[in-house]
């Protein structure tokens, strides 16, 4: 009984196997089957990517001044909100203070002195008046002119004299304003660090106070020398973070600065890089991003109408670029010159025409003359 269940088994399985074969040489006896599609013209644009770091619009960055005075008080804390105009610290200066006293004094004494000097010219021009009773007008005019014109003279340089005092004074009331701490724009206090408190010296670099504006947000970057002949204001941009995936942001370029980056020593060398900042204001909601955050900025340097075909459907062997197209049922290699690659389409400068059948699926192993079947 097994005998006969096994040989029915294998004449089974040598029908299957012959209707397979059967089968494989009616599918592929003219060549595996491929999908095709031509080329045509469509809109592209060339992606320029570099990486960016996300920073305020607007912001203000207060740091120690020494040479204004030493802080006497810290008037905001971390997290307050803050209007354009508002103290935020005040500075004690000694130093002004005493040479603020001085310059009053200078004052006050340049205006006794100007006092005396017009109480001596009445009394001179008064015994002018009685002397001329005596001698005549003429001969006292004559007579007390030198000790007049000395008086005039002394008027004026205490006149000038002031006068320097009063803008001495301009300049140290401007001192004296510096010493209250304003803020430039309305904002968000993000830091407040008190030297008086903390641990900071006088080598650490931190800021006292940092505000800034969280409403608008920026992404800076840098272009080398060749793109930034390729970059231009106003151009879109598409924003990306690995900290958010899955999201992407809107963004136009708002500057590209004319002089490149310069180092630490303020120098370009030769052996250096050049790179140029660029500004690129981010648009949209921005809620998920923070100042600091790593981006990849996708740059939209060309537009053009142009003839394209899928990326898919290019091949490249380490020389030139090629693509099969299916002639006289056969697949022909056919090399072509690309341009600019936008997405899933790639530009075809030459080596393809409109009505030529390029093959965009097939076998693996696709080979020049291999008979193939359009599906």
């Known amino acids: 009984m097994k005998k006969k269940i096994w040989i029915t088994i294998g004449v089974v399985s040598l029908i299957v196997l012959m209707i397979a074969v059967s089968v494989y040489r009616q599918v592929f006896a003219k060549g595996p089957s491929v999908k095709v599609t031509q080329i045509s013209q469509e809109e592209v644009s060339s992606l320029l990517m570099i990486p960016g770091t996300v920073k305020l619009e607007e912001e203000q960055v207060v740091y120690s001044s020494p040479e204004k005075g030493e802080l ?28 603020r ?78 010493l209250e701490i304003k803020s430039t724009i309305d904002g968000v206090v993000l830091s407040v660090q008190d030297p008086n408190t903390s641990s900071r010296d006088a080598s650490n670099l931190e ?65 250096q890089a050049v790179q140029y900042p660029v500004t690129v204001k981010i648009s949209g909601d921005t809620t998920a991003l923070k100042p600091g955050f790593q981006l990849i900025m996708e740059i939209e340097t060309e537009k053009k109408m142009t003839m394209v075909l899928p990326v898919n459907s290019l091949h490249d062997d380490g020389e030139q670029p090629y693509v099969y197209l299916v002639k006289d049922g056969k697949a022909r290699k056919q090399k072509v010159k690309t341009g600019i690659t936008s997405g899933k389409k790639i530009e075809i400068l030459n080596g393809v025409s409109k009505s030529d059948k390029v093959i965009v699926q097939g076998p693996e192993q696709l080979k020049d003359g291999l008979e193939v079947k359009v599906k």
């Not at 106070?209 to 080398?224: D, N, R, V």
């Not at 690995?242 to 180092?263: F, H, K």
Request: charged fraction near 30%; hydrophobic fraction near 35%; avoid cysteine.
């Open 207 to 271: 800021p006292l106070i940092h505000i800034g504006k969280l409403e608008g947000l920026t992404a800076a970057g840098l272009l080398s020398e060749y793109d930034s002949l390729k970059v231009s204001s106003g151009q879109k941009v598409i924003l990306r973070s690995d900290a958010v995936p899955g999201q992407e942001w809107q963004g136009q370029i708002t500057t590209i600065s004319i002089l490149p980056q310069q180092n630490q020593s303020g120098l370009q060398t030769g052996s």
């Open 101 to 178: 006293e001085q310059n009053k004094l200078a004052i006050e004494s340049a205006n006794l002195k100007i006092s005396q000097i017009d109480k001596k010219i009445k009394q001179l021009k008064e015994k002018e008046t009685t002397l001329a009773k005596q001698v005549g007008k003429e001969e006292a005019k004559k007579q007390l002119a030198p000790e007049l014109e000395q008086a005039e003279m002394e008027k004026k340089l205490a006149n000038i004299e002031l006068k320097q005092t009063s803008l001495q004074k301009d300049l140290l009331s401007k001192r004296q304003g510096d």
């Open 72 to 99: 006497k008080e810290l008037l905001v804390k971390e997290g307050e909100i803050v209007k354009k105009g508002s103290v935020l610290a005040k500075l004690q200066n000694p130093q002004l203070d005493l040479e």
